[in-house]
């Protein structure tokens, strides 16, 4: 019997999405208990026969790939909940890697705690070419958003949500409170978010409790590209845009605008303990998320 299905949505990154797949046969768990269903979101290279070539080459998992031609990240993430079966649904993108017991870690969570409508787990940063000078704790969240809440299963520490690459909840959960806002998310190369924030705050407004297992551990590849002033400046001001969406979606713009304030506040101070270079590209995120909220 199915017990999970992992959700992988992809698009136009075929070679990449093989290093995650790799990652995702070399699971721990029963193969009969889980399965994964890779979206292809209408990707014009050659992904949906990659992974064909995949599960062929694996026949004793269960990887099957479909096609969502609406474009965004909701939109595919919709499509895979749609076309699975699994009383729980883990969600993973296609640019990284999982550890064996991935699968393991959320089926273990879920049936030892049936309290937890959701889930998350440890993210790691993984930078091919090693991590730049001017990233700090700060900057490196949107870019990597690495987590670790410690070595023991509790409670996600309030204000913190699981980051949208290592995720996962009850389908019951699904059903009632809705799957993700397609009006949020990232769509094509677009770099627009909100869509696990929206989510997981219907959830939490429900008094539904999400939970943080350590041995679910995802680490995060960060390529070179991901590393340039131009993505991270495209980045900061689609995280202000996703941001103002968001208020705007649950009519909380003016505390939108006096967070962001104070923020520019806590921004100015920690330049004076950040190196040269860290503040720069503090002041550099903190100037587009804003140009974006208050434009």
Not at 193 to 206: I, K, N, T, V, Y
Request: hydrophobic content about 40%; proline content about 4%; glycine content about 8%.
């Amino acid at each position: 019997m199915i017990r999970l299905s992992l959700i992988i949505a992809t698009y136009n990154r075929s070679w990449q999405l093989l290093v995650t797949l790799g990652s995702v046969a070399a699971q721990s768990a029963p193969a009969d208990e889980w399965e994964c269903v890779v979206v292809d979101n209408n990707s014009a290279d050659d992904t949906s026969q990659a992974v064909r070539d995949f599960a062929a080459a694996h026949p004793d998992l269960n990887i099957r790939c479909v096609v969502e031609r609406r474009q965004g990240l909701s939109y595919a993430r919709n499509c895979g909940i749609a076309h699975s079966g699994g009383e729980y649904i883990a969600i993973i993108d296609d640019d990284e890697r999982i550890v064996p017991d991935f699968v393991s870690a959320y089926i273990e969570l879920f049936d030892t705690h049936p309290e937890a409508a959701s889930a998350g787990g440890v993210i790691v940063a993984e930078y091919e070419t090693g991590r730049p000078r001017w990233i700090s704790r700060y900057t490196e969240r949107p870019i990597a958003n690495p987590m670790n809440f410690g070595d023991r299963v509790r409670e996600f520490p309030r204000g913190h949500i699981p980051g949208g690459g290592n995720m996962a909840v009850r389908r019951s959960a699904i059903c009632r409170y809705g799957g993700f806002d397609v009006s949020l998310g990232r769509c094509g190369t677009t770099l627009a978010g909100g869509e696990e924030s929206d989510f997981f705050e219907r959830l939490a407004s429900a008094g539904e409790r999400c939970f943080y297992t350590p041995r679910a551990v995802m680490y995060h590849i960060i390529p070179p590209r991901k590393l340039t002033r131009e993505y991270f400046v495209a980045l900061s001001y689609n995280t202000g845009l996703s941001q103002r969406r968001r208020a705007e979606l649950h009519h909380r713009l003016g505390r939108l605008y006096v967070s962001e304030i104070i923020k520019w506040i806590a921004t100015l101070l920690l330049c004076l303990v950040h190196r040269p270079s860290q503040s720069r590209y503090l002041i550099i995120m903190r100037y587009h998320i804003s140009r974006a909220i208050f434009s």
